[in-house]
Nanobody, 126 residues
Framework: QVQLVESGGGSVQAGGSLRLSCTVS????????MAWFRQAPGKERERVAR????????EYPDSVKGRFTISRDNAKNTMFLEMNNLKPEDTAMYYC???????????????????WGQGTQVTVSS
């Protein structure tokens, strides 16, 4: 089993920044893909960043590209999401996810990740 615990959410004004953390524990050695997703009330869960643990390649959708940065600290078993220039539309529950794939590429879909954290709320006011 793999356990994921997010932290760092909060309330900020538009234009502000937050840094989310995801601490990984358990039998995570086989997890080669990690990602951040978010879900706002009444909306589908959407990917905001993913990182391939094998080569550190990252990917972002256009909605957050240039504002969000995903990174990892292997020594601390922690993944981060640095969020800058936050907008009210970024308001959502943010989840970290981990998965394993035989493909060279990590999934863009939530279904491609087996383990999930409990989420941390991010609220951006205008």
């Amino acid at each position: 089993q793999v356990q994921l615990v997010e932290s760092g959410g909060g309330s900020v004004q538009a234009g502000g920044s937050l840094r989310l953390s995801c601490t990984v524990s358990g039998n995570s050695n086989n997890m080669n893909c990690m990602a951040w997703f978010r879900q706002a009330p009444g909306k589908e869960r959407e990917r905001v960043a993913r990182i391939n643990m094998r080569d550190a390649e990252t990917e972002y959708p256009d909605s957050v590209k240039g504002r969000f940065t995903i990174s990892r600290d292997n020594a601390k078993n922690t993944m981060f999401l640095e969020m800058n220039n936050l907008k009210p539309e970024d308001t959502a529950m943010y989840y970290c996810a981990a998965g394993q794939t035989d493909s060279p590429y990590c999934s863009v879909r939530a279904g491609g990740y087996k383990y999930w954290g409990q989420g941390t709320q991010v609220t951006v006011s205008s």
